[in-house]
């Protein structure tokens, strides 16, 4: 069977050496390894892809028992098992499209088994893909109730992670710290410049010259979150507020995508305000 074990600890001497040992007792042989400390936070982190002969079970047992002395945030899973993403969206699509036509290329290890929207614009472009729509309007007297029966769709469908695409709702604190580096969302500037709402508008206002996206995960405090992937383009002075969002349609589409591509690999660890990400 073919695994991947994500590991994170204090750095303390012989845990690569108890990660092996652990591998090779239950009949494993390591395909890939990559590490990394933290030197500000002493932070340990990596990743192993494994085949194991005594499957899961055998593997899990195994890596617990040799590596429980470093107190670790050890997780398991199977290469072929798909995080399932439930995706939250409001009008735009280029995002979800990309999400879905990649989804179904197999170029994204994921499952979408829902999307939810507080609009009903994007339903036929949900349906059509064979995935769940479900509409949930917010407004301030019914942001908690529908806040909850997302929670309640996430706990039935056993969902890994959210993925905000083009969300245009903000989450409430106890929604974020219910899925704590469970929620992607992007965002339509470069952070952290242009926070909050029109990035693109404050971004021609100051005439800048470079203009980008950001995929980050969701936190209580707006668009603060760890940082997981960016990119950029540069434009000139000609370039209206209507074509840097044209221009940034592109980035944030392809930004999230390598986003939730690299979250769904295991390949993504937060670590005190940032984040360790193996390529």
């Known amino acids: 069977m073919d695994l991947i074990a994500s590991l994170q600890c204090s750095d303390q001497p012989g ?3 108890a990660m092996t040992s652990a591998v090779l007792a239950c009949g494993g042989n390591i395909i890939e390894n990559q590490q990394f400390t933290d030197p500000t936070t002493n932070q340990f982190v990596m990743r192993t892809r494994f085949e194991a002969s005594q499957g899961l ?15 670790p945030l050890l997780h398991i899973r199977p290469t072929a098992q798909k995080p399932r993403a439930l995706v939250m969206v409001t009008t735009e699509s280029h995002c979800l499209r990309d999400l879905l036509y990649l989804e179904e290329l197999g170029e994204l290890n994921i499952e979408i088994p829902l ?5 009903e614009d994007l339903r036929n472009l949900v349906e059509s893909h064979g995935v769940k729509f479900l ?3 917010v407004t301030a007297e019914t942001k908690a109730s529908q806040e909850a029966e997302i929670l309640k769709q996430i706990e039935e469908l056993k969902i890994d992670f959210v993925v905000l695409a083009r969300y245009m709702q903000i989450l409430s604190t106890d929604f974020c710290n219910t899925m704590p580096g469970r929620i992607i969302n992007i965002h339509h500037s470069f952070l952290p410049g242009f926070k909050g709402a029109k990035p693109y508008h404050q971004a021609h206002e100051r005439g800048v010259k470079i203009i980008g996206a950001s995929a980050h995960f969701v936190t209580s405090d707006l668009d603060e979150g760890p940082i997981i992937e960016q990119d ?4 000139t002075h000609n370039a209206s507020a209507e074509e840097l969002i044209a221009i940034g349609r592109d980035i944030e589409r392809r930004v999230l995508a390598k986003a939730v591509k690299l979250y769904a690999d295991d390949k993504i660890f937060i670590v005190g305000k940032r984040t360790v990400v193996f390529s």
């Not at 999307?115 to 609009?119: A, D, E, F, G, M």
């Not at 950029?232 to 434009?235: G, I, P």
């Open 15 to 17: 845990i690569v050496h």
């Open 232 to 235: 950029v383009a540069h434009v």
């Open 57 to 71: 079970e055998g593997a899990r047992k195994s890596l617990n028992d040799g590596l429980s002395k470093f107190n």
């Open 135 to 137: 509409f949930l309007p």
């Open 115 to 119: 999307v939810v929207s507080n609009r």
